[in-house]
Nanobody, 114 residues
Framework: QVQFVESGGGLVQPGGSLRLSCLASGSLFSSYPLGWYRQAPGKQRKLVAS????????YYVDSVKGRFTIARDNARRTLYLQMNSLNTEDTAVYYC???????WGQGTQVTVSS
């Protein structure tokens, strides 16, 4: 079963940038679409960006369009999320997963604060 390990989170000031990475186990990484999800305190976990298995099709929730970029490297079994122009509403634990979801990793905390 595929497993995911997220990294790259941290504390950043408003307007700053972070790049998240997600390393997946398993040999079928290139065969399924992937997504980045986030869960803010007291809120449900939601999908913010996704990418097709061949990386030709991306989806972004409206609140991150133009600021976040999702990418994947199938050879390295790694998913990325470049986050620019961060604001306080982006504060959350970020998770990666396949679509449909499998088991969840531990996530990586992103805190945007001055």
């Amino acid at each position: 079963q595929v497993q995911f390990v997220e990294s790259g989170g941290g504390l950043v000031q408003p307007g700053g940038s972070l790049r998240l990475s997600c390393l997946a186990s398993g040999s079928l990484f290139s065969s399924y679409p992937l997504g980045w999800y986030r869960q803010a305190p007291g809120k449900q976990r939601k999908l913010v960006a996704s990418i097709s298995s061949d990386a030709r099709t991306n989806y972004y929730v409206d609140s991150v369009k133009g600021r976040f970029t999702i990418a994947r490297d199938n050879a390295r079994r790694t998913l990325y999320l470049q986050m620019n122009s961060l604001n306080t509403e982006d504060t959350a634990v970020y998770y990666c997963n396949k679509l449909p979801v499998a088991s969840w990793g531990q996530g990586t905390q992103v805190t945007v604060s001055s």
